[in-house]
């Protein structure tokens, strides 16, 4: 069974999940176009992933995927938060931020059984995982709801991992990726290789189909995903300028300088390694610094966002990106999934 069998899509085109960049418009318009468009859930409270699913069923009749991250909630270290705090003091002072006035907080969620409930009302064809998978009673819900399970891997072990755990495909997730690394085995940065690297080497040891991320911006590097075995590609950076993405005046100005050919994996802005557009803070502090552990950095670190992006700049905000930014066109997603097939340029 090939993916579009698999999946039901007509296009072996996923979008992937971008949480902060979008909504279900661009996924309504991908899977609309033949592709299978993606929901990022992992910031969204009840009320709003309701109304969101709401839209996307009553918008599209075809398949659509739901993502959420499976990470465990870490247990606080009021030593590291007390560091953390500390490096981005004189960045608080600089813009007058009281830093004993912030919250901490999760900023995200893992999947939950509060959330497949949720999803029970939807019934989503499709639901993916970012950082492996979440409990095997959690992932039976899922599985009785009908949904087909994708998830991420950034390494050989992962994917065979992934692979035992029964999912119905596997998303190589290469270097190049823009986002939040996949990576759930290990934190040894030093495993993750690219995408046309992992992609052949997955594909000979799992049997399920496997789907190329990162890197990927155009018709060509679709095609050669496929030649090297993939059965689909899953592509964000390239959606990330469409009118039906959320992406902020600054982040689309980011996107489309000089600036997003210099990238770099930070766990600055969450506590998790993700590849963004390198800034004023991902320069001074080093792209990987003393951050807690995800998603607990969050906190200290939105204020000064709010505050930069306030006065027009983007020093302290989060400006995921892939290495490849070439196929990032202010173009209708619909036509830009269209495009991506090797077949109808």
Known sequence: MNLQQLLGIDLPIIQAPMAGVQGPALAIAVSNAGGLGSLPCAMLAPDALR????????NTEKPFNVNFFAHEQPVADAGREA?????????????????????????????????????DEFRPPVVSFHFGLPAPDLLQRVRAMGAKVLASATTVDEALWLSERGVDAVIA???????????????DLTTQVGTFALVPQIVARVRVPVIAAGGIADADGVAAALALGAAGVQLGTAYMLCPEATTSALHRTALTSDAARHTALTNLFTGRPARGIVNRLMRELGPIGPAPEFPLATAAIAPLRARAEQAGSGDFSPLWAGQNVSGCRAVPAAELTRALMPDRR
């Not at 002072?93 to 006035?101: L, N, S, V, Y």
């Open 173 to 187: 997730q290469g270097l190049e990726a823009g986002g939040h690394r996949g990576i759930f085995l290990s934190d």
């Open 51 to 58: 109304r969101e699913l709401a839209a996307i069923r009553a």
């Open 83 to 119: 560091a953390w705090r500390a490096a981005l003091a004189p960045y608080h002072r600089e813009f007058g931020i009281d830093a004993a006035t912030i919250p901490e907080g999760p900023g995200r969620l893992p999947f939950s059984h509060e959330a497949a409930d949720l999803l």
